[in-house]
């Protein structure tokens, strides 16, 4: 590889960097493209093929296959995920807790409890809120993965329709790691700034199905944490019906070979949406 070529690459490995440090969906996805091209252009420069340029691009996508079967697929889940109390975490732990917390009062939420339970290593507080004139409900919930030392945060709203439907916009960064049971409806928007911009797409979320505030449940605050556990178990329950899951000893479930293929389905999914 002579030097134009490499100070070529260099140019798309950098742009690709400097378009992934700005918050905006568009400039993430041109620096992701960046990087692909940049793959591509490292197997081409290196071999004249441009099979080997096409094999450094479908690198990026194997990528989550070989987590996934060596490591998520060892993984073992309790069937059943108790909902308890818990205190919440200190300001280093969880430091956006307090104004996250603000900026639901502020919207007319009212916290209810602070709530967590553990998922085959991954740790999850959640603060649970409610906001009875518009019959829906909050969580901000931050996961600590306790072996990996992987920590992120995300918020949540949730309206259930009296047709037994539930409806939930969310900023959660990742592909769901599970399917969702049948008239579980989520809309994940992930590039979403603050809380009144995810409360006014969620409004159009449920417009967009026809839903009024009197097709809605009313909130029920006193029994928000036993109603997510429901919802845990109902999900669970639902994938090892598909296959998504299986049986692994007494009382717990793993991820099968289709569940696996069905994570890295997602996480190609989320890629090339970015």
């Not at 441009?50 to 073992?76: D, K, N, Q, T």
């Not at 409900?137 to 329709?161: G, H, L, M, N, W």
């Not at 000893?249 to 991820?255: I, K, L």
Request: glycine share 8%.
């Amino acid at each position: 590889m002579d030097l134009q070529k490499l100070l070529f690459l260099a140019a798309a490995v950098v742009f690709g960097l400097a378009c992934r440090s700005f918050d905006n969906r568009y400039l993430l996805k041109l620096g992701w493209l960046s990087y692909l091209g940049a793959s591509y252009l490292a197997g081409f420069f290196l071999t004249g093929s441009h099979v080997a340029g096409a094999f450094g691009v479908s690198l990026w996508f194997l990528l989550p296959w070989v987590e996934i079967v060596g490591y998520v697929r060892f993984l073992r889940f309790p069937e059943r995920s108790e909902v308890k109390h818990r205190f919440a975490p200190s300001q280093e732990v969880f430091p956006e807790l307090e104004e996250l917390t603000e900026d639901m009062i502020e919207e007319g939420f009212e916290k209810v409890e602070d709530t967590g339970w553990n998922w085959g290593g991954a740790d999850h507080f959640v603060r649970l809120f409610a906001h009875e004139e518009r019959r829906a409900q909050a969580a901000i919930t931050q996961v600590r993965f306790e072996k990996i030392d992987i920590v992120f945060s995300y918020v949540s709203v949730t309206s259930r329709a009296l047709d037994g439907r539930i409806f939930t916009t969310t900023n959660y960064p990742f592909a769901p790691a599970m399917r969702f049971v049948p008239g579980q409806i989520v809309n994940r928007e992930v590039h979403l700034d603050t809380l009144g911009e995810m409360m006014s797409s969620h409004e159009d979320f449920l417009d967009a199905h026809g839903l009024g505030q009197e097709d809605l449940e009313e909130a029920d605050p006193e029994n928000l944490a036993s109603v997510i556990e429901r919802d845990l178990g109902a999900q669970i329950e639902h994938n090892l019906k598909i296959g998504v899951l299986e049986p692994a000893g007494e009382n717990g479930v793993r991820y099968s070979w289709r569940g696996c293929f069905y994570l890295w389905f997602e996480a190609v999914k989320d890629m090339v949406r970015v």
